[in-house]
């Protein structure tokens, strides 16, 4: 089934928008004209990698009777432009060559809600998502009406980004050790094209939902098909080459540390890549509001127990209202 009509059937409509010569597709409820007076709150979903708008799939029908919501897929992945990755230190080889990074996708965001978005925002992102979310909170707060417009920013399992030079000397010294070799290796399109080959498998996909939904639920053929299809579009894997080699790029805690926009996390118990224990240091940051844990629930709680989330996002959200 294509795309937009996956889309039809929840409810949503498939929309793009040109971005420094980039397509991002996105998709948002459908919605009458409303005056003024009936503006109503924006929710704006930012998926993790590998994903796409579509792994909102059970979250946006949810909301779409209350509020107007949007999805979009970064630059990269999902139906949006996939343009050739350019690296620290080198020079692009093609027209749009881009630079895959937390700050251009939290950028993109920002295009999202100054293009098609007006009134208040809440900000939900998803494992590098949250980067992404914290990091377009971080550029709205540098305007003072884009401030006041973001009213909070709900991460969902965000990603600590373990792997990056920030966070060296918490690694083995195994790791830290052969990291500049790996940094090396990882450069070299032959090399990350061949792994992108043995990845981008529907098998693969499945064995990974595997282990990050260690309940097993909603682990069913949509799911796998959504998440297979991006990595069949041309040049998908430079958006793959892009993102492992960021070693040097913007950590959550840091951002938020900055922020002083209301934020809640949202963490599943038994996320393995991504330490609840971990996460619940960052309650010490004074804009982290609180967490709610996923019992039972992997990485993407979100879509491994959806209904739990649903409920604890608008109880958030009532929070504000």
């Not at 432009?81 to 690296?87: E, H, I, Q, T, Y």
């Not at 509001?289 to 649903?310: L, M, Q, S």
């Amino acid at each position: 089934m294509e795309r937009a009509n996956r889309l039809d059937a929840l409810g949503l409509e498939r929309k793009s928008l040109s971005w420094r010569g980039q397509s991002v597709v996105y998709c948002q409820n459908r919605q009458t004209a409303r005056s003024a007076q009936e503006e109503r709150l924006s929710l704006v979903f930012i998926h993790g990698f590998g994903a796409c708008k579509e792994h909102w799939r059970f979250n946006l029908p949810y909301f779409c009777e209350t509020y107007d919501v949007y999805a979009l897929d970064l630059i990269g992945f999902g139906e949006s432009a996939k343009p050739d990755s350019v690296l620290e230190g080198e020079t692009g080889t093609s027209p749009g060559s881009w630079r895959y990074g937390i700050n251009g996708w939290a950028e993109q965001v920002l295009a999202l809600i100054n293009n098609q978005i007006e009134g208040d925002v809440v900000l939900i992102g998803n494992s590098i998502g949250g980067v992404v979310a914290s990091q377009a909170a971080a550029l709205m707060s540098k305007d003072q009406e884009l401030k006041r417009r973001c009213k909070s920013l709900i991460l969902i399992d965000c990603a600590q980004r373990q792997i990056d030079d920030k966070r060296l000397s918490e690694q083995p010294p195994f790791r830290r050790i052969s990291k500049p070799l790996l940094k090396k290796l990882v450069r070299q399109r032959w090399f990350t094209n061949a792994i992108y080959g043995l990845l981008a498998k529907k098998s693969v996909i499945k064995k990974v939902l595997q282990i990050a939904y260690p309940s097993g639920r909603n682990i069913d053929e949509p799911l796998v098909d959504y998440l297979y299809e991006p990595t069949t579009r041309n040049n998908s894997r430079e958006a793959f080459r892009g993102f492992i080699n960021l070693f040097n790029d913007l950590l959550a805690p840091d951002i938020l540390s900055e922020l002083d926009i209301p934020t809640w996390l949202i963490w599943g118990e038994k996320d393995p890549w991504e330490p609840l224990n971990y996460a619940r240091q960052w309650l010490s940051i004074p804009c982290v509001k609180g967490i709610e844990v996923i019992k039972d629930a992997g990485h993407c709680p979100h879509d491994e127990f959806p209904e739990r989330v649903n409920q604890t996002i608008q109880s958030i959200i009532e929070v504000k209202e």
